[in-house]
């Protein structure tokens, strides 16, 4: 299994421009999740998805738009990147048949936005 | 409102000490509570997940203890060596699948 896989590892955008972070996993998890981490603030839940085609806000959804269309891939899309937004990017899945909400994460996007 | 704290901030140890990092939270309802290890650039490696049923996990020289009633886990490390080094994330779950309120990180130097 390749666990959890984000695409890219490294962008940079300019003010305004927009584009989409990939995330996929396959190890057939229910629940899949998008994270931003920035210094000092720890993580911070954007998006989350319990099942293909159900999707909910965390605490800092702003700017950001999310769909699943399948059970493996839970892509992040910003409309019109701010420097705000300036941030790595973590995707995390897990099972819940498993019982346990162990979660998985990503290797990450570092996303620069000028 | 959930909040995870972890102290200290930073922790620089020679090698083969033992050594406990520390997470608290202010909500006991939690569902379990995980942590992580992150190295520099990298992504979160889960190391141990301790529900809320449970007082403790272990794994090799890791040993994870959950106190719901004082809202308090530690994470005890045997032997540290360089290798550890890295910055160690605790992590609470509210409730199944919902969401991980995450504490900002310890990050530990282990030198030779």
């Known amino acids: 299994n390749a666990g959890v896989t984000q695409t890219p590892k490294f962008q940079v955008l300019k003010t305004g421009q927009s584009m989409t972070l990939q995330c996929a996993q396959d190890m057939n998890h229910e629940y899949m999740s998008w994270y931003r981490q920035d210094p000092g603030m720890g993580l911070r839940l954007i998006h989350y998805s319990v099942g293909a085609g159900i999707t909910d806000q965390g605490e800092v959804p702003n700017g950001y738009n999310v769909s699943r269309s399948t059970t493996e891939d839970f892509p992040l899309r910003l409309l019109s990147a701010a420097p705000s937004q300036t941030s790595v990017y973590f995707c995390?899945?897990?099972?819940?048949?498993?019982?346990?909400?162990?979660?998985?994460f990503g290797p990450g996007t570092r996303l620069t936005v000028l | 409102k959930q909040e995870v704290t972890q102290i200290p901030a930073a922790l620089s140890v020679p090698e083969g000490e033992n050594l406990v990092l520390n997470c608290s939270f202010t909500d006991s309802a939690i569902y379990n509570l995980q942590w992580f290890r992150q190295d520099p650039g990298k992504g979160l490696t889960s190391l141990l997940l301790?529900?809320?049923?449970?007082r403790e996990q272990t794994s090799g020289r890791l040993n994870a203890s959950l106190d719901k009633s004082s809202g308090r886990s530690t994470l005890y490390i045997a032997a540290s060596q360089p290798g550890d080094s890295a910055t160690y994330l605790c992590a609470a779950s509210i409730l199944l699948l919902k969401k991980l309120i995450f504490g900002t990180g310890t990050r530990l130097q282990v030198f030779p």
């Open positions: 301790i529900q809320s049923s449970q």
């Open positions: 995390a899945s897990s099972s819940r048949l498993a019982g346990t909400n162990e979660q998985f």
